[in-house]
């Protein structure tokens, strides 16, 4: 079995994988000041609360946007494991290419849902990641990200409008029943949710007015709040939450057994 972690700025998933399937998932607080014993411990709780114990356990692969958070989870899991940890980052020698203008910028996430979503389905994508972000990858069927879109993502919209309005308090972030709100939570539901699907949408559609390769991409739905967004947006082809986690596994079958990381 292999770990694999998705460090977030919030939050971190942690997958457990046979092979390049997630067979299990785990989210948790990201937090940069958990030391490595922390961090150890911690992983070794959830693994021993879903029955698998460690030595089961035979490697680890890390993506993190986070710096501080990346060195204490690699040396904990090398404790776990037996083994370093493979950490996939702009160096990282996989069968990608990173067709932009500052190449060692791009973020890990952004680097493994391209080597996901080229290797699974083999033809132009778009990868719209929900998480503390709303990122749009543009991928080429050959494995090359072409660059893409950063905006701030749902949860962060939403608590921005909270602290700077007075009158206004923190609600579910769930469809409101109808577009015009009758009650203030409903009003601001209709704003930031649908307000973000329609954003999505707007989006997807302005890159692909500009495609440079031709043809329509397949515009895959990822990240924590991907499933929520999935009925509301009219671009969004198909539902993929494991995506990363799987790019992460197929980078550690790649960088594992070439010991690089």
């Not at 029955?51 to 692969?61: M, Q």
């Not at 991928?139 to 072409?146: D, E, R, S």
């Not at 950063?150 to 921005?160: D, K, L, R």
Request: hydrophobic residues 45%; negative net charge.
């Amino acid at each position: 079995m292999l770990l694999v972690f998705d460090v977030g700025n919030t939050e971190t998933t942690i997958g457990l994988c046979e092979g390049e399937e997630v067979t299990a998932r785990w989210r948790v607080t990201t937090d940069g000041s958990r030391t490595p014993d922390e961090a150890y411990l911690l992983v070794r709780a959830l693994l021993d609360a879903s029955g698998v114990g460690g030595a089961l356990v035979h490697g680890a692969a890390i993506g993190s946007v986070v710096p501080s958070v990346t060195a204490p989870l690699a040396a904990a899991c090398e404790r776990l494991v037996g083994s370093p940890a493979v950490v996939v980052d702009a160096r990282s020698k996989l069968p990608i290419s990173l067709d932009v203008d500052e190449p060692l910028t791009v973020g890990a996430d952004r680097i493994i849902n391209t080597l996901a979503a080229s290797r699974l389905h083999e033809r132009d994508c778009i990868v719209v990641d929900l998480g503390t972000a709303t990122t749009f990858d543009c991928i080429t069927a050959a494995g090359a990200f072409i660059g893409g879109v950063i905006s701030p993502g749902v949860q962060m919209s939403a608590e921005s409008l909270f602290r700077k309005t007075a009158k206004l308090t923190a609600t579910e972030l769930v469809p409101p029943r109808t577009v015009i709100g009758r009650r203030t939570e409903e009003c601001i539901r209709s704003g930031v949710v649908l307000g973000a699907a329609d954003a999505i949408d707007g989006l997807v559609r302005r890159i692909k007015a500009e495609w440079p390769c031709g043809g329509s991409p397949l515009v895959i739905a990822t990240g924590g709040l991907a499933a929520a967004f999935m009925p509301l947006c009219k671009e969004l082809d198909v539902l993929e939450p494991d995506l990363t986690l799987r790019g992460l596994a197929m980078a550690y079958g790649i960088l594992g057994h070439a010991g690089d990381n």
